[in-house]
């Protein structure tokens, strides 16, 4: 054994720590299309006095270090792209507080968001907290730190919105709080009415330093809930629709999607409309005010609510949506890879149109799906398609489509979500000069000797 | 091209003009239905092109044999009046195209279709067919495209409704029953208003249960239960087939309630309805129906087609009423359910 992997088995344990070769090669990649890079060490802590101790030890060895959750982002953010040591944060998945008249949980830095979905379930029954549609495996810290949506995103605003506080170990060792809890037993609020300090964490991927616990805001979670679809065959009236729909403040979430199989779905958008409720009353009420905010188009004839079969329901109530996944293996070969630029939702048809326009240029199985955040303030406009693994040709093919809607994404206004290490630096690029120096003052000043996932957010 | 053959002088002399007389949804006199009906015949332009629901209804009320409903349909089309918004349409379009994904089991002279409907695969078991299973198709090769009369799309109809009967025909078959209202409807009612030529003999299958019923016979035990009858839209277009529902009910021991909105004057379950004109129409029909069902007193709502039990099982079972098909009734009473 190397003297680095000796110390990590010191503060870990022989059995959490590896160099070996079968390991590395799966921490060498994610399930997305970004290139393998194996990392020299893997280490599984259980405790943030263990993940203390593993970035002092890269600190004083100058050692990358890459935290990780489940891998799940798909854009290459947890490939070790320098080595280093990968920090799989999967231990630590305990949920540590429920503060339930308050509405917040305190859960460790590598809870998934199934684990909190069953405990709250099981414990809490009318609390609920902003699920994704990844696998179940995903973590929570990962998602605030990407910025990702849930189930509730059209409500409350993006994951990381929902964050109440945030316990992190800086590069240099150190335990840091944020927000209320840094002066409160209390972890109500991520930074307000105090200055706001998770952003000098959250959206970095890692880079400014290691979550080791989260607040996450929880909500009401009623009895019922209930799915609509509305179909439209103009995608440019989208917007219009989605702007109704939001006025009404009774839409739980609103995913739309559009993709030419099974024929059910060909040549239309689909508006996916959550509804919730305590009662079947209150569940008709909003039923009836969301069918009334779009009834100039059903007049128009520019759109309808489709029939949901009750087969179907299970499928899309299911939460985290298995749908998206089960596309992922359309081609065989289980490929699948999204771009999903955060971008108005003036862009829907145009966005649209360029995704079918790149299917048809590179022959590729596609999907529109996008998910509406906040009161239509914006969206994150999935272009996915789904290749086959074995076939390089095609991999190659969906490979230069993403290249394609990356530049496309920017210059329609969009912002990068997840971005790979490219699109991070076409972004940083393009960035007020102003803003890209403040970015370089706080990387520079938490993360001097850039040890933290090195390549991301480097600005040059 | 296949045209409407429609009896003009019928209308002109009838003197009760009862195709849209006795409409659920608007509300004329003899002489103003007459006038109206002259118009669309002339081809001129009517409110009622753009007041019909489509609720096939007219097709049953008109007594003297002529099609009024498919007349409306058709000239919607060449109007360009559209019912349903376009999405819906080409949805339900795309649904029934012909993919070559189509079932057949055991082809023998006499079959059962399915249609396009996936719960008549599973509703067809025990004894009520096991002389004719698995003797069936399903598959949009099979799908009478009748629907489409909803759309005011008789173009698709005349492509696809000539091939379907060209599949059958491919099949050999003499006899088909149609497990669905539109599937006998399409042959019985609408292939022939159109000049098509159906070459086998279409059996509703209500009239096959009531003739298995009664082979069975001992087998029956009554059920002693009071049930309201879901009537569908396309059974209008074979309400000389209807009375088998008071047959079937009579031979099984329940009792059909007496309601308001029964027989003629049935209401249709809304689903289709509701895509075309939005919530009020809809939840106005079913809540009306629903209602009408509870006062009456009836434990059960006895389906008939599919789509309105995916459309309104729920509802009435929220409000204290067993949803259940017809054959799952007829297989309740000779003991398989
Ligand atoms: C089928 C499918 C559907 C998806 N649907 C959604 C969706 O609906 N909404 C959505 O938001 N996302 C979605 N995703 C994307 C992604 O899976 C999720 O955002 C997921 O939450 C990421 O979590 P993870 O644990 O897999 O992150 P990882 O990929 O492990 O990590 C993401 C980033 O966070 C960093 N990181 C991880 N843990 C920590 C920590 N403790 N401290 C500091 N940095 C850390 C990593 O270094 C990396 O940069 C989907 C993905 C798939 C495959």
Redesign the interface.
Known sequence: MSNITLSLAEIVGEKYVSNKEEEAYFYARDPGLMPAHKPDYVVVPETVEEVQKIVRLASKKKIPVVPMGAGMSLTGLVIPLKGGIVIDMKRMNKVLEVHEKARYVIVEGGTSHGLLKAYLEKNYPRLRHSIPDSPATATIAANVMIHGQGRLTQQYGFNSDMVSGLEVVLPSGEICKIGSCSVSPDWFSKGAPFPDLSGLFLGWFGATGIITKVALKLYPRKRIRDVEIF????EDLVPDMVYELTHTEMVEDINIFAQPLP??F????HITLFITGDT?EELEFK??MI??SL?G???S???????V??VMKPTLLDMPQQSVSRFADVKKGGGFEYSGPIIAVEKYAECSRKLMELASQYDLAYSAMARIIGRSHSMMFGFAFTFNRADPDMMERTQKALQEVAEFALAAGGVYWKPTVDEQRMAIERMDPNTRNLMKMIKTSLDPQGIMNPGNWEVH | MYTLEFDENLCKTCPTCDCLVKCQYMDLSVDEAKEEMIKIINGDDSFVLQDCVTCYGCEEYCKRGNHPFYLITERREEKGI?T?????T??WI??G?P?GKFKTGDIKKKILSFGFMPELLELTQGRLFDDLMPSYVFGQEFFCNVVYIHFANTSIIKERLPMVIDNFRKLDVEEVVCMHDECYGSFASLAPAYGMEVPFKPIHYFEYLYNRLRELGDEIGPLNIKVAYQRPCSSRLSSEKHHFVADIMQLVGAELVERRYQNENALCCG??L??????DLR?DIQKRNIDDMVEHGAGYCVFNCP?CQ??L??KVT?RGIRPIHIIDLCRMAIGEK
């Open positions: 179909v439209t065959d103009r024929m059910i060909k040549d239309n958008h079947d039923r009836k069918w009334h009834d188009f059903i007049k004839k520019d759109g309808g609510f489709m029939s079969p009750p | 559209l349903a918004p376009r999405a819906i080409k949805q795309n649904i195209e993919r689903d289709v509701g895509m075309i004109y939005g919530y939840n789509a995916n459309a099982a729920a929220k």
